[in-house]
């Protein structure tokens, strides 16, 4: 069974400063898919990033970049400078790469940002 | 292109009620998944649909039901309500051998 937690519950900053959420995931897939969704009040989850399983290689998407180890199990993301809009609630999602695109969700990080 | 749609937006049920979900995937995207959302036990997956078909299910009860007309829009009922079905109802449409799904607004519902 697939499985992701993400450990923080809540992350408070202040504007300008950035924000780095953790994820660790379980699967006995060799073959798989990782995302973040950003879901703001509005309850539309926002699909932010996507990384798969063979591919290791860290990238930088404007204010957003991530940091995926798979000897770890791990898929972190990082806002740079953040801002206000960028209070949400954030997801990290698994999902298998061949045939099952059933999305596994961790428990989200409320991220607020302050003025 | 226009985002996934989903209608109603807000829902207001008693117990013992059945309820239908609309769903409206993004332009030629042929697959769509439908989501619970509670704050109990966050996202789960209800059931996916692709070209008329359920692909897979979760583990659901069956008053969750869903179905999947030839021009990709998506239905999902629940009959038989409960107050532990109140909830953010979320459906999702993907490209044919993409992965990633894009989300709607969500029904939001909620069981008396």
């Known amino acids: 069974a697939q499985k992701v937690t993400q450990a923080q519950t809540e992350i408070s900053v202040v504007e300008k400063e950035d924000v780095t959420l953790d994820c660790v995931y379980e699967?006995?897939?060799?073959?798989?898919?990782l995302f973040w969704y950003k879901q703001p009040p509005s309850g539309e989850l926002v699909f932010l990033i996507r990384r798969n399983s063979f591919d290791e290689q860290n990238e930088i998407s404007g204010r957003y970049s991530w940091n995926f180890q798979k000897s770890t199990s791990s898929f972190n993301f990082t806002i740079t400078a953040s801002q206000v809009v960028d209070s949400a609630v954030y997801f990290c999602?698994?999902?298998?790469?061949?045939?099952?695109?059933?999305?596994?969700f961790g428990a989200g990080t409320t991220v607020t940002v302050r003025a | 292109k226009a985002g996934v749609t989903q209608t109603p937006r807000y829902l207001i049920k008693t117990r013992g009620q059945q309820v239908t979900l609309s769903c409206s995937p993004i332009s030629g995207h042929r697959s769509v998944s439908w989501y619970q959302q509670t704050p109990g036990q966050g996202l789960q997956f209800l059931f996916e649909?692709?070209?008329?078909?359920?692909?897979n299910k979760g583990n659901f009860p069956g008053r969750f039901s869903g179905r999947q007309f030839s021009n990709s829009r998506s239905e999902m009922n629940v009959s038989t309500l409960e107050l532990g079905d109140s909830a953010l109802y979320l459906c999702?449409?993907?490209?044919?051998?993409?992965?990633?799904?894009?989300f709607g607004p969500g029904t939001r519902l909620t069981v008396l």
């Open positions: 649909y692709f070209s008329e078909t359920q692909r």
């Open positions: 999702a449409s993907r490209e044919q051998g993409a992965d990633t799904q894009y």
């Open positions: 699967t006995r897939d060799t073959t798989y898919y």
């Open positions: 999602a698994l999902s298998e790469a061949w045939g099952d695109y059933k999305l596994s």
